[in-house]
């Protein structure tokens, strides 16, 4: 039996995660065909959450007839992966109202893939309205603990806890669980946080420009939780896509930072006189430091998160 409920409910009860459901989508299909829309309801929640199909650990497609899956993989193109760490299944339908739930699936995932931090699956499920179908997606993600314990936010003290609630209140934070492991040094969290909060809300370098430098590390670093995370509206997923210092969407002073943050993350030594004189164009002496440390957090930051497991997302 699988129990939904919210992340402050489940907080409160004291109930430990097992997956959070990340995108939902509905899809009607063809009343003659009928059984095609797993096709659509796949494509359209990977869209929606942002995720392609090469991020997706496990795959459950749940029909009343195996041509449906047979299809569904032949058209997603799955079937070349599912001996490796991809699962696909055919399940009988229940009654109507009387799905089966996925639980079992989260305990395959687990056993099956214990090197992975992280097990996305994407959950197919049909129910029949008069003579057509409508297929309902869930992309869930199932999650291991941190690699180090959890400090319940219930018992963070006052100030880092003040420091917690503004950070998630003015997007700096887009996790908590981060903090819940630096929690075992309060002070040295606070000051962490102190300084980000420094960058994020009191900075002087454009939000935009940061958030695209933030996001280009991100790679660097692979932190899934950093890739996830958006900070502000003004960077569009278009932007994300194309996302390089080499790229003619961006002006000169993004493409600078750009730059700058590429070097910083893979090459450090690759940077001279030559980068910072480039920086001295777009840049005044203290908005070249602030970079710099903003790149020295946004690395150290996401590497720290990676290696931790501290991430649900």
Known sequence: MLLLMSADKAEV???????????????????????????????????????????????????AFAPVPIVWMK???????????QWWCH??????????????DIDVARDGAPWRPLWP??????????????????????FAMALLPLIPLAEFPPDLADAVALGVQTRMLSSTLPIQVWAHRPALAQAWLATLDQIHNHGIL??????????????????????IARKTGQVSETDIACLSSDDARFNQVERAALRYAELFASDPLAIDEA?????????????VVELNMFCALMLAGGRMTQAQRAYEA
């Open 13 to 63: 009860l004291g109930v430990k995660p097992r997956a959070r459901v990340r995108a939902m989508v509905t899809v009607g299909s063809d009343p003659t065909l009928m059984l095609t829309g797993p096709i659509a309801a796949t494509r359209l929640v990977l869209a929606k959450a942002g995720l392609t199909l090469d991020d997706i650990d496990l795959f459950e497609v749940n029909e």
């Open 75 to 85: 058209e997603m193109g799955v079937s070349a992966r599912a001996a490796q760490r």
């Open 91 to 104: 399940r009988a339908r229940p009654p109507l109202g009387c799905q089966r739930c996925p639980n079992h």
């Open 121 to 142: 699956a994407v959950h197919l499920l049909c129910w029949r309205h008069g003579h057509g179908h409508h297929h309902r997606t869930a992309l869930s993600r199932w």
């Open 206 to 227: 454009d939000a935009r420009l940061r958030e695209l430098v933030r996001l280009r590390i991100s790679t660097f670093t692979t932190c899934r939780a950093c890739q």
């Open 275 to 287: 980068i910072f004189a480039e920086l001295g164009q777009h840049f005044s002496t203290p908005e």
